[in-house]
């Protein structure tokens, strides 16, 4: 039976921007999307999503008087993350070189709020759509889902023992900083600093992304930013649902 305060959860999932765009992004792979041998879209199938999903990426961006010509489909930094949220709830898989929908979940495009749960459950494994790779990659990509678990622990326990309170940014940087970086060798300054940077860097983007799903509510501006959980961050990391 479903509760008077699920409906309004419900309410509130059906609102997410991150949900509307998983769900458009499932109607729009029909029965399959061909994709590249490296297994992403076609820059074509990319430029219409930027479209569709009404993200903030930009194919071809001008930065300054040059033009950087996108080559990739995870150069677009919100598409990718729609792909790769949509994969990691079984909503579509890769075969054959094809992108598909998985029918047996296609029951939750029209439930808001399993759809909302599963989408968090899942959060912890897109470190690599949300943090960079290369040089300018961050411990937090290669723990992200275990660095996630500490910072919504560290915001959950807050708001219990502060009575509703919201954490500190900066708190919670540097608690899954210490979390992530603990077996790690950490030499000179100069490093320990570009690592933190880094760092910081992909969980307030992370943080971000959860503020837009409808998990967190951040208020302020650095370096007095706070964090918080929504009534329907709550719910998630009191386990939500049991269906």
């Not at 199938?45 to 009404?54: C, E, K, Q, S, V």
């Amino acid at each position: 039976m479903t509760t008077a305060s699920e409906v309004d959860l419900a309410a509130t999932a059906a609102e997410s921007v991150w949900a509307a765009r998983v769900v458009a992004f499932t109607h729009w792979v029909g029965t399959g999307r061909k994709l590249t041998q490296a297994g992403r879209l076609t820059l074509a199938d990319a430029r219409t999503l930027i479209g569709l999903l009404n993200t903030a990426d930009e194919f071809d961006p001008l930065i300054g008087s040059q033009v950087f010509r996108t080559k990739s489909s995870e150069e677009l930094r919100e598409v990718n993350a729609v792909v790769e949220w949509a994969k990691a709830a079984r909503l579509v898989r890769v075969t054959g070189g094809k992108l598909i929908p998985v029918n047996k979940s296609t029951m939750l495009l029209d439930r808001p709020l399993p759809l909302w749960q599963r989408m968090f459950e899942v959060f912890g494994r897109l470190g690599p759509a949300i943090c960079p790779s290369g040089w300018t990659e961050s411990l937090l990509r290669r723990h992200f889902a275990a660095g996630l678990g500490v910072a919504l622990s560290s915001i959950h326990t807050r708001a219990v023992e502060g009575n509703g309170g919201a954490a500190p940014v900066t708190a919670v940087c540097t608690q899954v900083w210490e979390a992530v970086s603990h077996d790690y060798r950490i030499e000179t300054a100069s490093q320990q600093t570009t690592w933190r940077r880094l760092h910081d860097r992909d969980l307030r983007r992370a943080l971000g992304l959860l503020a837009q799903f409808g998990a967190v509510r951040l208020t302020g501006q650095q370096p007095d930013e706070t964090v918080e959980l929504t009534p329907l961050g709550r719910w998630a990391v009191g386990g939500g649902s049991r269906q």
